[in-house]
């Protein structure tokens, strides 16, 4: 699977933010879908992820009650609604996808990304 992100900008701190991901390939609805953040100098950071079918959902404490994300399979699309933004939100956000049969959070278990998206968080 090919995954494409977008939706990344500008936003002042207290702002929203929605972030897409659009997948290619016909077996999109079989994977896992996660998003992470990378800040230039430190570690890719999990940040949410939704199961397969959208029923199991995980956030990172950091984003819990701010972000909330979700799926539509027949489009082949994931999205990240980042809302209440502050700048340690700034970061290169990443979409990523994971085939294999586990729900897991951890980068490494996923092995489909995206190019990524730069969120500024201003303040």
């Known amino acids: 699977v090919q995954l494409q992100a977008c939706g990344g900008g500008l936003v002042q701190t207290g702002g929203s933010r929605r972030l897409s991901c659009a997948a290619s390939?016909?077996?999109?609805?079989?994977?896992?879908m996660g998003w992470f953040r990378q800040v230039p100098g430190k570690e890719r950071e999990f940040v949410a992820a939704?199961?397969?079918?959208?029923?199991?959902?995980v956030y990172s404490d950091s984003v819990k009650g701010r972000f909330t994300v979700s799926r539509d399979n027949p489009k082949k699309t994931v999205t990240l609604q980042m809302n209440s933004l502050k700048p340690e939100d700034t970061a290169v956000y990443y979409c990523?996808?994971?085939?294999?049969?586990?729900?897991?959070?951890?980068?490494?278990?996923?092995?489909?990304w995206g190019q990524g998206t730069q969120v500024t968080v201003s303040s």
């Open positions: 990523a996808a994971d085939g294999r049969s586990l729900f897991r959070t951890d980068s490494d278990d996923y092995d489909y």
């Open positions: 390939g016909r077996t999109f609805s079989t994977y896992h």
């Open positions: 939704i199961n397969w079918s959208g029923t199991r959902i």
